[in-house]
């Protein structure tokens, strides 16, 4: 158990519709960060928060947007779905926000569906 | 631009053979960090291991053992008498100093199957 918690576990919806993602980090830490892993593209960074505030952006559409919250706990909102959308989305957190020399600790994911 | 290649999509082993798991990387950054990362079939992504850009000494953690080159750009992977537990998805990744503040570059991962 990493520490790094995801809710839901599992999230079906269909085309169109808007859902919200939820991660909450380890204790401690103040970075969070966002992973798509889909059969086509890989694992790949969406967003990076540190402390409430966005640090770095990666492959995210515009369709997308997340936030962290003053408890730390973090959002990935999506919306107008499409079915390209369907994967697992993981939520990792770190210590520290400044370097790339910061372990990062993966949630279990949230497999999304999109009918 | 920054880039991680695993070119085996898939390997099988039988028990107690011993693997290795090739990792090329691409970067301009002098200071970097590789890591490796496991996927089991559970499907949450367990970290195994994380060197810097200035370390290339070998490092063995048990049946893992891992063989940075700077000179060949690669940071393979070797798991020695393989287990049926070792079967998952196994990521390679690169993070820059200089890159987007720590974000991980993945690789598209090898799925090592391990039979009995």
């Known amino acids: 158990d990493s520490g790094v918690t995801q809710t839901p576990k599992h999230l079906i919806t269909a085309t169109g519709q808007r859902v919200t993602l939820r991660c909450s980090p380890r204790?401690?830490?103040?970075?969070v960060y966002w992973y798509q892993q889909s059969l086509d593209q890989g694992l790949q960074f969406l967003i990076q928060?540190?402390?409430?505030?966005?640090?770095a952006k990666g492959n995210i559409l515009e369709r997308f947007s997340a936030q962290q919250f003053p408890d730390l706990h973090s959002e990935l909102n999506l919306s107008s779905l499409e079915l390209g959308d369907s994967a697992l989305y993981f939520c990792?957190?770190?210590?520290?926000?400044?370097?790339?020399?910061?372990?990062?600790?993966f949630g279990p994911g949230t497999r999304l569906t999109v009918l | 631009a920054q880039k991680v290649t695993q070119a085996q999509t898939e390997i099988s082993v039988v028990e107690k053979e011993d693997v290795t798991l090739d990792c090329v990387y691409e970067?301009?950054?002098?200071?970097?960090?590789l890591f490796w990362y496991k996927q089991p079939p559970s499907g949450e992504l367990v970290f195994l291991i994380r060197?810097?850009?200035?370390?290339?000494q070998n490092e063995i953690s048990g049946r893992y053992s891992w063989n940075f080159q700077k000179s060949t750009s690669s940071f393979n992977f070797t798991i020695t008498a393989s287990q049926v537990v070792d079967s998952a998805v196994y990521f390679c990744?690169?993070?820059?100093?200089?890159?987007?503040?720590?974000?991980?570059?993945f690789g598209k991962g090898t799925k090592l199957s391990v039979k009995p």
């Open positions: 990792a957190s770190s210590v520290a926000g400044e370097t790339a020399d910061n372990e990062q600790f």
């Open positions: 204790s401690g830490d103040l970075s």
């Open positions: 928060y540190y402390n409430g505030e966005e640090r």
């Open positions: 970067t301009r950054d002098t200071t970097y960090y």
């Open positions: 060197r810097n850009s200035f370390d290339e």
């Open positions: 990744a690169l993070s820059e100093a200089g890159g987007s503040q720590g974000n991980l570059i």
